[in-house]
């Protein structure tokens, strides 16, 4: 992954963050609520799922993994459905104003693509919120653009299986090898047993949590299918990576694992 790159217009994207309602309509956010939003509205903390965007009367459905949160002293963060995008917001009464800020440039697939477009489109300039329940919606004054939103759970370490994203090195992330698939994925067992997939065969492995940091006890058993050359790729540093000590940080539906070189990966919670 390249360096964030400064985009203005997607600061809005995580104002947006608030956002969910009507979900099941086709009409714009803002069409037919009252509530608005108290200034005092208790966002940060809160892990919002982005539901879906429109732009220019036009509802697109989010990716399952588009998400925002927003963190005390004015600061979101989320990610599109592909790419993760930081901002600096403000709140005025029921409106919210975001500052310039920055979004990751991983190559996303088509559909997802469109979608970033759609939002980065979406969540510029001042937005008025209006909220009911659990959803939140943040709409243009014209109300021809704006998010929807719902709060969300946050995903356990254990139990879940954690669909790889990303490979980590420093403070950069890199999308997967191209043609290595989708199927990596790690799941953390009460018991202290590791099992998943590294791309292209299932592996077997037992490893010890203390702290923040999660300790793999020797090298995983794997079965033996033949892999494609990118999954094999991938097969082989997510097996380098998995034998010893890892720091884990859970950050909601998000899961980072980082060896002492800082050599890693990140995961999200599998739909």
């Known amino acids: 992954m390249s360096k964030p790159r400064a985009l203005a217009v997607l600061v809005p994207i995580l104002i947006v963050a608030a956002s969910a309602t009507a979900c ?30 429109t732009v220019d009367g036009r509802r697109s459905t989010a990716p399952a993994d588009a998400r925002v949160e927003f963190a005390e002293g ?12 930081g901002a600096t917001v403000g709140v005025n009464g029921d409106t919210l104003t975001v500052t310039q800020n920055e979004i990751t440039e991983i190559g996303c697939p088509g559909d997802r693509e469109r979608f970033e477009k759609d939002l980065v489109t979406a969540f510029s300039g001042e937005l008025k919120g209006t909220i009911k329940g659990e959803r939140f919606t943040l709409a243009s004054a014209d109300g ?19 669909k790889i994203d990303s490979l980590v090195s420093g403070t950069t ?6 043609g290595s698939g989708s199927k990596a994925r790690i799941v ?15 592996f077997s492995a037992t490893a010890k949590a203390d702290g923040t940091t999660l300790t793999f006890e020797g090298p995983a ?33 998000t899961l980072t694992l980082t060896d002492p070189s800082g050599e890693g990966l990140t995961a999200s919670e599998a739909k």
């Open 24 to 53: 099941g309509t086709d009409r714009g956010p803002g069409a037919g609520q009252a509530d608005t939003v108290d200034p005092a509205l208790p966002v940060s903390g809160t892990h919002w799922s982005i539901k879906a965007v």
């Open 74 to 85: 004015g600061r979101a963060q989320g990610n599109t459905g592909c790419n993760h995008f």
């Open 144 to 162: 021809r653009n704006g998010l929807e939103l719902a709060s969300e759970p946050g995903a356990p370490l254990r139990g879940t299986t954690w």
């Open 173 to 178: 992330a890199a999308s997967l090898p191209a």
């Open 188 to 202: 953390l067992g009460e018991d202290g047993r590791v099992t998943g997939n590294l791309g292209c065969n299932n």
């Open 221 to 253: 058993a794997t079965t033996r299918m033949m892999c494609a050359s990118a999954e094999m790729e991938l097969e082989t540093k997510l097996y380098e990576l998995l034998d010893g000590p890892l720091t884990y940080r859970l950050d909601h539906r």
